[in-house]
Nanobody, 123 residues
Framework: VQLQASGGGLVQAGDSLRLSCAASGGTLRLDVMGWFRQAPGKEREFVAAFSRSGGWTRYADPVKDRFTFSRDNAKNTVYLLMNSLRPEDAAVYYC?????????????????WGQGTLVTVSS
């Protein structure tokens, strides 16, 4: 399985940005997809996750009500729409795939990762 993240860029605080993560190879195994982010000098942290089979979504508290996870099964692509961006949202964003929903917030349980896409938010 290969994951390709894209869509990052430089925006101003309050702007919106949509990240994409395209999957290829063995995509039927990709039921639970997640987004994590890593700011300089910090640990990679959970942002959002989505289960295709269950239709569930989960968001980290700092992004709840601002970020929306969606999925286009026909394109094997997941998206993260980020609204009302703040300087503290600036980070490299990674998409990943994990086998079980119960592990969706646990970075170490993810089997596959994309290469990351940089989001910069100016104040």
């Amino acid at each position: 399985v290969q994951l390709q993240a894209s869509g990052g860029g430089l925006v101003q605080a309050g702007d919106s940005l949509r990240l994409s993560c395209a999957a290829s190879g063995g995509t039927l195994r990709l039921d639970v997809m997640g987004w994590f982010r890593q700011a300089p000098g910090k640990e990679r942290e959970f942002v959002a996750a989505f289960s295709r089979s269950g239709g569930w979504t989960r968001y980290a508290d700092p992004v709840k009500d601002r970020f929306t996870f969606s999925r286009d099964n026909a394109k094997n692509t997941v998206y993260l729409l980020m609204n009302s961006l703040r300087p503290e949202d600036a980070a490299v964003y990674y998409c990943g795939a994990v086998l079980r929903w119960r592990y969706c917030r646990i970075r170490a349980k993810y089997s596959f990762w994309g290469q990351g896409t940089l989001v910069t938010v100016s104040s």
